[in-house]
């Protein structure tokens, strides 16, 4: 089972998680303007606070993170392993997006990063759709190095493409050939005796055509996995957006602690934008992620009448003329309410264009 409690003592906060018996304590200095021993965690982790553990760390965590991107799930993934008191290590992260695999490497320090296709990295073949699925031989991993590694690693993340999936997505939605790329991770982890799967998408992958969601639960089952599934929303865990994404946890060691349940236990107060980043209003632009965009003229009008009229959804008539008739993206050219959440965060964030 699990159980998290936070404590305030002076201007410190103490995290402590208790897990299958183990009980590990964290802390870090309380932000000064919250009261809420939970929220002033978190709040001082958000601005580069790090924690300190009160004793070190136990056995290591070997981890093998696929369509790693820059490294949001592998972020979660060790630092929820520091909270326990284990330490992580990221044996491999692959993308094909060489960018984000620069971010990755600087900011979580895998001993391999891999710039290529996760499908140059284990042969396998799947025969049925969904709940009939099953592998056609076992997976044969074709990379030397993953090769030698067999058996040693303990933790396989992935975030497998989700634009196919998503609802933004009005060409290949739920028929889109990047969909299949999710069995590979069950693929992987299969050929390299990995105990430990987690999968994160959208929840809308739950849809697609092809019932990749089934296929993989088919295929870990039979191949003596655990399994729990389920989605989470970020808002309920005291993030201020509004992100809700599917995770499949799969396990040899154990069967996994239902989300729901886990879920209660982390639970933390709402949160909205304003707490979330009003230190910004005053800081100067430093570099290119506290940076705006240069706007066009249009655009910039745009923005300047949602705060001149007090508006947050922008009228049809200051829209471009393909909006002018009608249309389903209310969120476009939008502006973010003080007061709320953020809406999710996309790839599209860069522009008024696609999205608030």
Not at 110 to 124: E, I, M, N, Q, Y
Not at 231 to 239: D, F, K, N, R, T
Request: hydrophobic share 35%.
């Amino acid at each position: 089972m699990l159980e998290e409690t936070y404590e305030l003592h002076g201007d410190t906060v103490r995290r402590t998680v208790r897990v299958n018996g183990h009980t590990f304590t964290t802390s870090i200095k309380a932000d000064a303007e919250t009261d809420d021993p939970p929220l002033s965690w978190w709040k001082s982790y958000y601005r580069g606070v790090p924690p300190k553990a009160d004793s070190p760390l136990r056995e290591k965590v070997r981890i093998i993170d696929l369509f790693s991107g820059c490294g949001g799930l592998a972020l979660g993934v060790t630092e929820g392993l520091r909270a326990i008191g284990l330490t992580p290590e990221i044996a491999v992260a692959a993308d094909v997006d060489q960018e984000g695999l620069d971010v990755y490497a600087h900011n979580l320090k895998p001993k391999r990063a891999f710039h290529g296709s996760v499908t140059s990295l284990v042969d396998f073949q799947v025969f049925g759709q969904g709940d009939e699925a099953e592998l056609a031989y076992p997976p044969a991993i074709l990379d030397s190095e993953l090769e030698a590694s067999i058996g040693q690693i303990d933790l396989l993340c992935a975030g497998p493409p989700c634009q196919g999936h998503s609802n933004l997505n009005n060409h290949s939605r739920r028929e889109d050939p990047r969909n299949l790329l999710y069995l590979s991770v069950p693929a992987l982890a299969i050929g390299m005796n990995i105990p430990i799967v987690i999968i994160e998408n959208v929840p809308e992958v739950t849809a697609d055509r092809f019932n990749v969601v089934g296929a993989a639960i088919s295929i870990l089952k039979a191949a003596g996995y655990n399994l729990t599934t389920g989605v989470i929303h970020s808002q309920a865990l005291g993030c201020a957006q509004t992100r809700k994404r599917y995770f499949l946890i799969a396990s040899k060691l154990s069967i996994p602690q239902e989300l729901s349940d886990v879920l209660k236990t982390l639970h933390r107060p709402a949160v909205n934008l304003k707490w979330a980043i009003h230190d910004l209003l005053n800081v100067a632009a430093n570099g290119i992620m506290n940076t705006t965009p240069v706007m066009s003229p249009e655009n910039q009008k745009r923005i300047e009448f949602l705060f001149n009229e007090e508006e947050f959804d922008l009228p049809n008539q200051v829209r471009p003329d393909c909006h002018k008739d009608g249309h389903t993206y209310g969120s476009v050219y939008g502006r973010l309410s003080w007061d709320k959440p953020s809406q999710t965060i996309t790839t599209g964030f860069l522009s008024p264009g696609r999205g608030r």
